[in-house]
């Protein structure tokens, strides 16, 4: 075995204990880990989460409520810190009430869109930490009687495939998937070789269609 590639990394998971123990190169996907043969290639989910921020802080939307993954998900709390940032340096708070997790379904977007409006009537957006939680907070909307977006915009991630073709078309922040593929198969083949290990940071791009709209 010359070199593994990784997915989401368990800093306890037996099979990275392996990996460093045999001394063989691998690079984690979506991880911050770094060791002597381990490096990483991460989409930079803080970025992601500020230019969400960004985007409805200039529509004018000033409550905004977040659907948020599971809380030991490094890349979600990435997100979460993002647009944090963004909403201090605009003068702009997100109260505890306004943040509800959920698990990365569209069940789970629905019930948790359910709880964040059980509360929070004045709440004009949702940020949501991917597309599926998306599709599910706007069912529950929908079903609500409310409007997406004439009553409330909702931003996804990921941009997934039925992202531009759901109604209304999802505004969502899109992962360079090439680029970062590429970019850690690289990686691992110089580190094959004898090279260093490194943390690679690939920046996103922010996707504004149907779904979001000014206020």
């Known amino acids: 075995l010359d070199g593994v590639i990784v997915h989401g990394v368990d800093l306890d998971a037996p099979y990275l204990q392996e990996i460093v123990k045999n001394k063989i190169p691998c690079v984690a996907f979506e991880s911050p880990i770094r060791k ?3 490096g990483n290639a991460q989409s930079d989910n803080f970025q992601g989460g500020y230019l969400a921020a960004e ?5 004018g939307h000033k409550r905004i409520g977040m659907i948020k993954g599971p809380k030991h998900f490094y890349t979600m709390q990435q997100r979460l810190n993002g647009f944090r940032k963004c909403c201090e340096e605009r003068g702009a708070a997100i109260g505890k009430s306004d943040i ?4 990365n379904s569209v069940e789970g977007g629905i019930k948790a869109a359910e709880r964040l409006f059980a509360g929070n009537s004045q709440i004009t957006a949702v940020f949501c930490d991917n597309d599926h939680m998306a599709f599910g907070a706007i069912i529950h909307l ?6 997406v977006p004439g009553d409330v915009s909702v931003v996804g991630f990921d941009d ?6 759901y109604d209304p ?4 922040v ?12 690289r990686l691992l083949i110089e580190m094959i070789n004898g090279g260093s290990t490194k943390s690679i940071m690939i920046p996103m791009q922010f996707i504004a269609r149907g779904s979001t709209r000014k206020i």
Do not use: C, Q
């Not at 929908?142 to 409007?147: E, T």
């Not at 360079?176 to 970019?183: S, V, Y």
């Open 160 to 165: 997934v495939l039925m992202a531009e073709y």
């Open 169 to 172: 078309p999802l505004t969502t």
């Open 36 to 38: 002597e043969f381990i």
């Open 174 to 185: 899109r992962h360079d998937l090439r680029n970062w593929a590429e970019a850690g198969t």
């Open 100 to 103: 509800v997790y959920a698990d």
């Open 142 to 147: 929908k079903k609500s009687g409310l409007s």
């Open 55 to 59: 985007h409805l802080l200039s529509l």
